[in-house]
Each structure stands twice: as structure tokens, then as C-alpha cells.
């Protein structure tokens, strides 16, 4: 029962939420070729015990996909931003 | 003799008598009475028959704790099986069974041979049907089910409701024992919102073993009636089942009594902060035949004694080793039963000693009882003391072998529970954030200190500072406390008892044998025995038998006790109805269901309706047959033939918007989508990032930056996501908004030959020649103010056009189209009819889109644009997916029209062996009425080069075999004349 605080709706259920998958991995250029790179972004994932940066959708609410930290190991939910902010992306706080 | 009614005493309402019946027979109980109180009261001991052996067994406990008296209660639909005799209010009309016996409880043919024991050992499941002897499970399983097991569940719909409240509080206390009491108090008067939560009908925990108007009675009243206060609620009767994430409990409400609207509520509870006084449950003593109708828990007994005014026997031995004990043993004498009191120690204290004396209790000193003996009740203990080994006459053993901290919520979140030697038990490891754990769940059994430590915990999870008692409860220093901690150096398991008959688990029938022998047999690790013996593994997990069988194992070893960690807690601590957890979602309330803005009308003219996720649609109509074998055929003529129009509202629709929406369209469609003119549609397919196809639909180009995308029904909410997600998370530079407007549009589609004609009768100021609306053109406009956003496509291979307006107006438009197509014939058809009309077509659907196929194995490679680059489209080269030899797409044309393949079929080249996974499979079938017989698609290796071979098409499940020649997809008019003209 993960409360995800969503930047624009305040601290909600994780039920109106869907997971997106690691936000870690940074996808090839769109015109990239190489397909060592591609699958690395699509199917190779770290499995990390304590924070990790993924991506949900607030889907039954503002809609917004965002970058949520959260600790594997105590499902402690550490920080939420907007998925456009590259910061959030690049794994710096604000 | 057994159990009888004190003639004073007690909470119970001797005001209120209220009959019952248990296994047909009458009883009568009173007000307050638990149907294991009123049963006892009324000289019932045998009360079922155990798991396995068939065994007589009892009453042991006094609330959760209870392994052998789960009982049915109702009847018909509504009867609820395996509840605790002592969980279960006393009500009018109550009507209970025991379990598990047969013919009767009295006299059960399983018990009577006393052959079950034999075979039903540690692991029996495991070495009898293994190996070779493994398919005789097969042939023994319906037996052994039905010689082992618990109460049956009804197999009719249940007739009561449940219901899930989600609500918040700032702080929740579990357990309304003195400890949570008084937490709850200090709690509220600090000012918070404050929710207090007790299992039982009563609060009091502890407090009500004793007897009405002893201090501990006082006390409790008193608190009680300061918890009128507005910000503290007190819900009796519910459990908390689990503790979750961000510390959300689970809180099951037993609402019950018969008539009750709600049976069960399951309330799911986001707390500021938690306060766990879960208390603790007394310890079995191990001997020979502990399981006997009549051996108990010795607190419980002071319970039935005090708070339901019912002793267990005129003659009761109460052994212990420990002081806690000793209270009961002076009630009962004070009672009026004869007792005798067996301490294990040698010196217990003196202040103790000397009062049994006084009460005229028998006290025996470093005295260890050994076996039971009487077969369907207690008649006497043979017990083991300095001066050898006594028999004494008894009807009832209350044994207190220690205390086990309810660590159950503490661990629920992963905590581990660490072992305290000096209380000879597991308390809760470091509490997670928010959480705090007090009372006798923390080894604290002094009452007085475990109330000051509610205080305490209250006030910190109301933010306060620690300050002095209230003064307003009364003095608490003389409530009872003394040491109950068993004194380590005694083994658990008496010398020369035969393990066989010692019972750890009584729910499951688990044996100090058994713990034993799986050790001798290498399960080592306490999580193992437990699966290897199924210890613990009953509906009550092993409340009164894990840590008795850990100190078993440990003594089996030779190690100390406390070395071994638990075995691991998880929710439910109590058992709950699967109707709890679903609440109102069951029937028709389980998913929303969709409805398009002519679902009436439909109903209105004899359409079926078919769910389709969680749309409903009409799947065929009436006027064209009452079944649907022969409707669909009809409909799908009336479209070749004349014209028909079809409810496609439930289609994906998306507006793009931006500056960038035509590249962002470019990225996301294998096709491209920058030479789209204005005023014109364009099929588009997507992939998925790992190459394979994911959703296809038609795009419209409305103006320069804006776009009316359709997707599939199926995946109009996935490819909103999927679009969305890019937008934010991966191309955030580009200029783009997209809408979802699926339920802003109604949508229909009218195909045929005389679909122009009836569009030009129903909309009379729109020009919808094939110049000005050509295939695949896109008209905006309006009929008497309903706007109307016209798409020439077709799906179905006939001229047609979609036609789009906003919902309000989807009736109306509907209705306009068939009143205007009445003079060209215009018919309604259903979805069976739409993919009948694009099988014949080759057009791929959802059986073909199934997440495993690609634009290769489609047969649409050509719609990859090379141009650019596009979602997938690399992965999409992997080699795999370009092997020569993945299944393609085909059309399969039954060789005998008698025979026609079924969906699913696998196919195998007619010269081969059927057997394995063939080389491809049937998606689709349909009748074809214009050709004359049934028509498939299917994906075979080879695709295009296996034109011509013949195949089998196979279906082992209901052995039909249909032999199909491999040809071109497109079954009818393969130049698209009847589309474009």
C-alpha cells in the first residue's frame, strides 16, 4: 500500500498508479543502429537492492508520467518529479 | 462429568437466555455467551473431530488461539464452515455443526480403526506418491481428501454482503487490552483522531479473566467510560489481519448476528501512527494424548470461569511452570471445583505456595504431567514427581506452559523477530517507522506496567511529550503481575512420552514424532520442517504450536532453545472470507461495464449483446436470425449485397495536437506520416520498442497541426499510455498534446454498395461523392447542428464510410442513418458480422495482433517506412524475428467444406506427423456466404512460398482434423474495386 507523492496532486494511492519500468536506462538516439544498445535499453535491467529510480503513470489521475525513487528493499517511496525533467531523469535531487 | 453454568458471576445477560442448536440438538446459552462458552455450559466437550486421525477433540482456547473447535455454522447457501466455536457470538437461532465426522461426531468410522496414524505421518505426501507410485495419487486423492479435511464450503452463490471501507486515523491502536487501553485513552485525550480495534465482542484482553469487581474489572470500566470520547472509536469483534506498506493495517470487522445487512467489513486503514498491543497467547503443555477433550489452556479456562460464568469440570488439575497460573487455580477453588495444582518447579514462590494452602488447593511441587489418560474426554493424568509417578483423577487439565508474544503484525512488514532468553519467547525485532509495540506482546505482563507503557506509547503517537498518569483512572499497583516466563533447564517434552500421541499442531495433527523424525530425516531448517510436516500450516498457523515445536526441535538437537529463528509471519493473522476481500466487486459490480451512446436502441431491435473487454456490443441482431450461426451469415450478405451500419464507438480515439505532431506521428507509426494531406486518412501501424506489432488503426489529418488518431478497442487505453509516455519521459522536446476522446465520439460505420446512397439521403447538404470524398478522405460538417466528421475507410472491403459525431448526437445521428437508409435496406449488423466481412478480406484483427507477431510475419513489411527511423524498428531486425521460418500470414481454404478448421488449430503440413507445436496455427475462421464455405487465416512457416501445399489443421482437444489448402489471405475482391469505387 505505496502512497507515491505526485507533484501535481499531493500524496496518493499507488492503486491509481502503474508502474513504467526502470527510469535508469537511457534510450538510444532514435536514429541509432545499433542493436547491442537497443536491446540493452529494452531488456537488460539492474536489479538493485535499496533506491531505484522508475517511472509510473498517474493513470487515474492528472495522467502525468513521472520518476518516483523508491528504496526495493523497504518499499520507502524517497521522491516523485515530472518523467520531462531531465533532472529527475539524470538522478539529481532537487 | 464436564462443563457446567456457575450459578453467579460472570458478564454474561442470565437475563437473556437464547436457544441453539449444534448438530441438531437444542441448547440454550445466554446474552454474551460465545458458542464455545454456551457449549460448555451445557456439558458439550466433544466438539470435532481432528484433521487427519479422526481424533475426539475439545475446546481448548478462549479466542484466536482455538486449533480444534472450528465449527459450520448456517445452513444451505448461507452456511459458513471452519469458524472458531469461540470467535462465534451466541445469537438467536443459531445454528452450528462440527466437522469432520462421519457418520457422527460420537462415533466416526476414520477414528475407529485408528489407521489413518500409519500412513498420515511427517512428509506422507511426499514419499507415498513419489517415484513410481506417483500416479496413484491420482486414484487415492479423492479419498484422502475426504478422510482429511475441514468443513465444506457451500457451492451456491453466498446470499450475505460484505463490504471495504478505506478510512484514515491519526493514530490506530491494535488490542484493547489494558496495554492498548490505555493507549487509545492517553491517545485521544492528547487531541488525536484515535481508532481502537479488539478482536474479541468485549475490550478488556487480560482484564476480563478476572472476575467481575476485582480491581482489574474496575479499571477497565473506568476506562471504558472515558472512551466516549468523540475522537476515539472503539470497533469491537475486528481483527487487524495484516500490516502492510506505509504501515496500512487491515482490519477485518465481524458485523455479523443473523439479519445483519453486511457479514463481514474489511476496512482497510492508512494511520498516522500505529500502536500494536497484540498481547500474548498462552503455551500447550506437552504429554501423551494432550489432545483429549478436556486439556486446555489454562488462562483460557479462567476466562470461560470469570467472564461466561461456565467451570470445564467439577475436577480440574492445572499444571504450570510458571506463577501465572496460580490466579486460576484460586477462582476455580473459590468456584466451589476441586483442584489440583501441579507445578513443574521445585520451589515455586512462598506468598503463592501459601495461598493455595489456604484455599485448600492441592498443590504438587516439581510435578510433570506425563500422559492424559480417557479416550473422548480427560478422566484422570498421569503425573511424574519426586516421589515417582502418580495417577490423579481429573475431568479437565488447564495447562499453562508460558506465554507467546502475538509477534504476528510486528513481522508482517519483514521485521524480524529476535529472542529474549529471559522471557523464554520471541518479541518483535526494532519497529519499523510509526509502529510501536507495547504490552505483553513485548514480554511485559505486569498489567500495571504494561498500562503505564500504554500511556506512554499513547501520548508519543499523539506527538506529546511523556507526562504523569491520568489521574482520572484508577490506581493501578495492585493488579497482579509475577513471573511467567517458563524457567529454562525444564525440557518441553517429558521424558518417556510417546511422541507419537503428542500433539503440537492439533489443527493439522502434527505430532512431536513427526517435528522429530524430520529432523532425523534433514530438515534442518525450522522453514522446512514446517512445510515438510505442515506445522503451523492450518488455519489457526500454529498459534499455540510453533514455539513449543521449535523448543521440540531443539531439544531433538541438543541445542538451546532461541538459537533457531521463527518461522516467517505473513497477513492473515486470522483467517478471512475470499467475500471480505472482495467486497461489493462481485457479480455485475465487478468491473464497470461500458455502454455506447445507442446501447438502447440495440436492445430496443433484438440485439445480443457481447462483453468485449469491458464494452458491451452488439454481436448480432434478430432480423437476421435468432442464432448466431445463421445471423452473422445474414448480416455479413447484407453488407456485400445492400448495406449495412455497425455501432464502432467503442474505437480508440485520440487527438495529436502540436507542431510537431506529424513527427511525432512519423516516430511512433511504422509508416510515415509527413506527406499526409490535410483532409485525408491513413492506416497506420505501431510496434512495440521490442520490434513487435503492437496496435494498428487509421489517422485523419484535420488541419496542419492536428490529428484524429482510432486504435483498436482493446488498446485504446494502452496506446494513450504508450503515447503519453513518450511525450514525457523520452521525447519531451517535441511540441505534442494528446487527448483521449473516446467517449467524446460516437462512431459508426455504414458499408456496403448503397452505403454512398444512404449517406447522400441521410445528410442531404453534404457532398459525399467519391470526388469529394474519395477513399480514405475525411469530410467535417454537420447535420441540423450535429457536427459530423465522416472517414471514408473500410474494413470490411465494401465501399464505407465512418462516420463520427459527438456522443450527445449518437443516437440521433444513428437513428437519422437508418431512417434515411430504410429505402436502400439499411440493416444493422454486429462484431461477429464486421470480422466475418474482414476475414474474408485478410485484414488482421486482435488473433492476429497477439504481442508475438510482426510486420513480417503479417505480411506488412511494406508498410515500414525505410526513410526513417520509427519505434521498434531496429529491434525488429533482431535475428530472430526475421528467421525465414516464423509463421506467416495465410489464408486457409478447407479442402473438404464439411470440415472446417477451428480457431487455435495447429497446423502441420499434410505429410508430416502431428505431433509437437506444428508450424503455425489457425487465427481466424469464418463462413463465407459469398463464397460459399468457411474461410481461416492462419500463420504458417514459409508464408507466401507454402501457397498451394496442403495442411492439417489440428485439433486434438475434440479430435478434429480438417485438411486446408495454404492460399492468399485475400479471399474476395483482391484489387479493392468494391472500396475505392
Redesign the interface.
Given at each position: 500500500?505505496?502512497?507515491i507523492p505526485c507533484p501535481f496532486c499531493g500524496p496518493r494511492d499507488h492503486a491509481e498508479f502503474?508502474y513504467?519500468g526502470d527510469?535508469g536506462v537511457t534510450?538510444p538516439e532514435?536514429?541509432?543502429?545499433?542493436?547491442g544498445a537497443?536491446?540493452d535499453?529494452?531488456?537488460i535491467r539492474d536489479n538493485p537492492r535499496g533506491p531505484h529510480r522508475e517511472?509510473w503513470?498517474h493513470?487515474h489521475g492528472c495522467?502525468?508520467?513521472l520518476?518516483v525513487e523508491r528504496d526495493t528493499a523497504s518499499?520507502a517511496i524517497l521522491g516523485a518529479h515530472?518523467?520531462?525533467d531531465?533532472r529527475a531523469?539524470e538522478g539529481r535531487r532537487e | 462429568m464436564t462443563g457446567f453454568r456457575l450459578p453467579t458471576g460472570g458478564r454474561i445477560d442470565r437475563s437473556r437466555p437464547i436457544d441453539f442448536r449444534f448438530d441438531g440438538r437444542t441448547y440454550s446459552g445466554f446474552a454474551g455467551d460465545t458458542l464455545a462458552s454456551a457449549l460448555m455450559a451445557n456439558g458439550v466437550r466433544l466438539v470435532g473431530r481432528s484433521f487427519k486421525y479422526h481424533r475426539p477433540r475439545g475446546i481448548v482456547g478462549w479466542g484466536v488461539e482455538e486449533p480444534n473447535a472450528l465449527v459450520t455454522i448456517g445452513e444451505g447457501a448461507a452456511a459458513v464452515p471452519n469458524l472458531q466455536a469461540t470467535m462465534v457470538d451466541l445469537v438467536p437461532g443459531l445454528v452450528a455443526r462440527s466437522q469432520n465426522r462421519w457418520p457422527s461426531l460420537g462415533f466416526d468410522l476414520m477414528a475407529a480403526t485408528g489407521l489413518f496414524a500409519r500412513f498420515l505421518g511427517a512428509g506422507f505426501y511426499y514419499k507415498t506418491f513419489m517415484g513410481p507410485t506417483r500416479g496413484a495419487w491420482m486414484a487415492y486423492e479423492p479419498h484422502i481428501r475426504r478422510a482429511a479435511g475441514l468443513g465444506k464450503a457451500s457451492r451456491d452463490p453466498d446470499p450475505a454482503e460484505y463490504e471495504i471501507v478505506h478510512e484514515h486515523t491519526d493514530v490506530l491502536v491494535v488490542g484493547a487490552g489494558p496495554a492498548g487501553m490505555a493507549a487509545a485513552l492517553a491517545a485521544a485525550d492528547a487531541g488525536s483522531d484515535t481508532l481502537l480495534v479488539e478482536q474479541m465482542a468485549e475490550p478488556g484482553g487480560q482484564l476480563l479473566a478476572s472476575c467481575a469487581g476485582s480491581a482489574e474489572d474496575t479499571w477497565r470500566r473506568a476506562a471504558l467510560d472515558q472512551a466516549a470520547a468523540p475522537n476515539l472509536r472503539l470497533l469491537t469483534r475486528t481483527t487487524a489481519i495484516g500490516l502492510?506498506?506505509?504501515n496500512?493495517v487491515g482490519l477485518l470487522e465481524r458485523v455479523g448476528g443473523t439479519g445483519a445487512l453486511v457479514r463481514e467489513r474489511l476496512r482497510?486503514v492508512?494511520p498516522g501512527r500505529v500502536v500494536l498491543a497484540t498481547g500474548a497467547i498462552e503455551r500447550p503443555m506437552l504429554f501423551a494424548d494432550n489432545d483429549r477433550p478436556g486439556v486446555m489452556l489454562a488462562g483460557a479456562v479462567r476466562h470461560f470461569v470469570n467472564h461466561a460464568a461456565v467451570a470445564p469440570g467439577r475436577r480440574v488439575l492445572v499444571a504450570t511452570d510458571n506463577d501465572s497460573a496460580y490466579p486460576l487455580a484460586f477462582d476455580l477453588a473459590a468456584a466451589g471445583v476441586e483442584v489440583v495444582l501441579a507445578d513443574r518447579r521445585e520451589r515455586p514462590p512462598d506468598a503463592l505456595v501459601e495461598r493455595a494452602a489456604a484455599a485448600g488447593i492441592d498443590l504438587r511441587r516439581a510435578a510433570t504431567p506425563r500422559a492424559v489418560s480417557g479416550r473422548r474426554g480427560v478422566r484422570g493424568i498421569e503425573i511424574r514427581g519426586p516421589d515417582g509417578t502418580v495417577h490423579v483423577a481429573c475431568d479437565t487439565v488447564a495447562c499453562a506452559g508460558g506465554w507467546t508474544p502475538v509477534v504476528h503484525l510486528a513481522s508482517h512488514r519483514g521485521a524480524k523477530p529476535v529472542f529474549d532468553a529471559a522471557l523464554d519467547a520471541f518479541v518483535p525485532g526494532p519497529p519499523e517507522d510509526g509502529i510501536a509495540c507495547i504490552g505483553a506482546m513485548m514480554g511485559v505482563y505486569d498489567t500495571a506496567e504494561a498500562i503505564a507503557q500504554g500511556e506512554r506509547a499513547g501520548l508519543a503517537a499523539a506527538g506529546r511529550a511523556a507526562r504523569r498518569a491520568r489521574s482520572r483512572l484508577p490506581a493501578v499497583s495492585a493488579l497482579a503481575g509475577g513471573d511467567v516466563a517458563s524457567p529454562s533447564g525444564l525440557p518441553v517434552l517429558p521424558a518417556g512420552a510417546d511422541a507419537a500421541t503428542v500433539f503440537l499442531d492439533q489443527q493439522n495433527d502434527v505430532t512431536a514424532k513427526d517435528v522429530i523424525q524430520a529432523q532425523a530425516e534433514g530438515y534442518r531448517s525450522p522453514e522446512h520442517t514446517k512445510r515438510y510436516t505442515t506445522l503451523g500450516m492450518a488455519t489457526d498457523q500454529g498459534k499455540t504450536s510453533n514455539i513449543n515445536a521449535l523448543k521440540v526441535i531443539a531439544e531433538a538437537r541438543g541445542e538451546t532453545f532461541g538459537v533457531m529463528a521463527t518461522t516467517t509471519f505473513r497477513p492473515p493473522y486470522t483467517p478471512l472470507t475470499l467475500g471480505a476481500l472482495a467486497g461489493r466487486n462481485v457479480g455485475r459490480n465487478k468491473l464497470p461495464e461500458r455502454l455506447t451512446p445507442m446501447h438502447d436502441w440495440h436492445l430496443a431491435k433484438g440485439a445480443r449483446m457481447i462483453e468485449t473487454g469491458l464494452w458491451m456490443r452488439p454481436w448480432f441482431y434478430r432480423w437476421a436470425g435468432a442464432e448466431v450461426g445463421a445471423a452473422y451469415v445474414g448480416e455479413m450478405m447484407q453488407v456485400r449485397e445492400r448495406c449495412g451500419i455497425a455501432d464502432i464507438s467503442t474505437l480508440g480515439k485520440i487527438d495529436v495536437v502540436g507542431p510537431d505532431a506529424a513527427e511525432f506521428l512519423n516516430?511512433v507509426y511504422v509508416n510515415g506520416w509527413k506527406g499526409l494531406a490535410v483532409g485525408r486518412a491513413r492506416y497506420g501501424l505501431m510496434l512495440r520498442?521490442?520490434g513487435i506489432v503492437f496496435d494498428d488503426g487509421t489517422t485523419s489529418r484535420l488541419a496542419e497541426d492536428r490529428y484524429f488518431m482510432t486504435t483498436t478497442t482493446a488498446n485504446a487505453g494502452p496506446v494513450l499510455?504508450h503515447l503519453?509516455?513518450y511525450l514525457?519521459?523520452?521525447w519531451?522536446e517535441l511540441a505534442v498534446h494528446v487527448t483521449s476522446v473516446s467517449d467524446q465520439w460516437a462512431a459508426m460505420a455504414v458499408a456496403g454498395p448503397r452505403s454512398r446512397a444512404v449517406l447522400r439521403a441521410a445528410f442531404a447538404d453534404l457532398d459525399v461523392s467519391n470526388a469529394a470524398l474519395p477513399h480514405m478522405g475525411v469530410l467535417e460538417g454537420a447535420a441540423d447542428g450535429m457536427p459530423l466528421r465522416i472517414l471514408r475507410l473500410s474494413f470490411s472491403g465494401e465501399r464505407a464510410y465512418e462516420v463520427y459525431t459527438p456522443a450527445g448526437f449518437g443516437l440521433a445521428i444513428w437513428e437519422r442513418l437508418i431512417a434515411a437508409g430504410a429505402p436502400f435496406d439499411l440493416k444493422p449488423y454486429g462484431i461477429e458480422a464486421m470480422g466475418g466481412l474482414r476475414i474474408e478480406k485478410g485484414h488482421v484483427a486482435g488473433p492476429e495482433l497477439d504481442g508475438r507477431t510482426t510486420l513480417r510475419d503479417l505480411g506488412l513489411e511494406r508498410m515500414g517506412s525505410t526513410k526513417k527511423?520509427y519505434l521498434g524498428d531496429?529491434?525488429a531486425?533482431?535475428p530472430h524475428l526475421t528467421d525465414t521460418r516464423r509463421p506467416r500470414l495465410v489464408g486457409l481454404d478447407p479442402i473438404d467444406p464439411a470440415k472446417r478448421p477451428r480457431g487455435g488449430a495447429i497446423l502441420f503440413f499434410e505429410d508430416e506427423m502431428i505431433a509437437g507445436h506444428g508450424r503455425g496455427h489457425v487465427t481466424s475462421v469464418t463462413y463465407s456466404p459469398t463464397l460459399g464455405r468457411h474461410v481461416a487465416l492462419g500463420l504458417i512457416e514459409g508464408g507466401a512460398e507454402a501457397h498451394g501445399r496442403i495442411a492439417v489443421a489440428s485439433y486434438p482437444v475434440k479430435e478434429e482434423f480438417a485438411l486446408v489448402r495454404v492460399v492468399d489471405p485475400v479471399f474476395l475482391d483482391k484489387e479493392g474495386k468494391r472500396l475505392a469505387d
Open positions: 500500500m505505496l502512497q502503474t513504467g527510469a534510450r532514435m536514429d541509432s543502429d545499433d542493436l537497443w536491446v535499453y529494452v531488456f517511472f503513470h493513470v495522467r502525468e508520467w520518476v518499499h515530472r518523467a520531462r531531465r531523469r | 502492510y506498506d506505509g496500512v482497510i492508512r516516430r520498442e521490442d499510455n503519453e509516455f514525457e519521459a523520452v519531451p527511423p531496429v529491434m531486425r533482431r
